[in-house]
């Protein structure tokens, strides 16, 4: 069975620092792309950033262009979310996503985190 465990989430003061974690466990084959999204009370679930498991290549929502970078481990199947100058705004529990070339989507249950001065 396939699980995503997203880590790394906390309370950081605005302009601090964070770093986010999902790890996948179990057998999943045909990635095609790993996502990180967030939801925010009362708010719908939003795309935050997007990168390819073959190439690399990144996608970022506007509201956090410049600010957040996302990587990945392959060889770890693990996708990270470095986010940096953090606003108030980006308070929300922040999910993970595996999209495979099969259609089949994995969810994380997500990490909370907040900024709060």
């Known amino acids: 069975q396939v699980q995503l465990v997203e880590s790394g989430g906390g309370l950081v003061q605005p302009g601090g620092s964070l770093r986010l974690s999902c790890a996948a466990s179990?057998?999943?084959?045909?990635?095609?792309?790993m996502g990180w999204y967030r939801q925010a009370p009362g708010n719908e679930r939003e795309f935050v950033a997007s990168i390819t498991w073959i190439v690399g290549n990144t996608n970022y929502a506007d509201s956090v262009l410049g600010r957040f970078a996302i990587s990945r481990d392959n060889a770890k199947k693990t996708v990270s979310l470095q986010m940096n100058s953090l606003k108030l705004e980006d308070t929300a529990v922040y999910y993970c996503?595996?999209?495979?070339?099969?259609?089949?989507?994995?969810w994380g249950k997500g990490t909370l985190v907040t900024v709060s001065s």
């Open positions: 179990g057998s999943i084959f045909g990635i095609r792309l």
């Open positions: 996503k595996f999209a495979t070339y099969n259609g089949g989507d994995y």
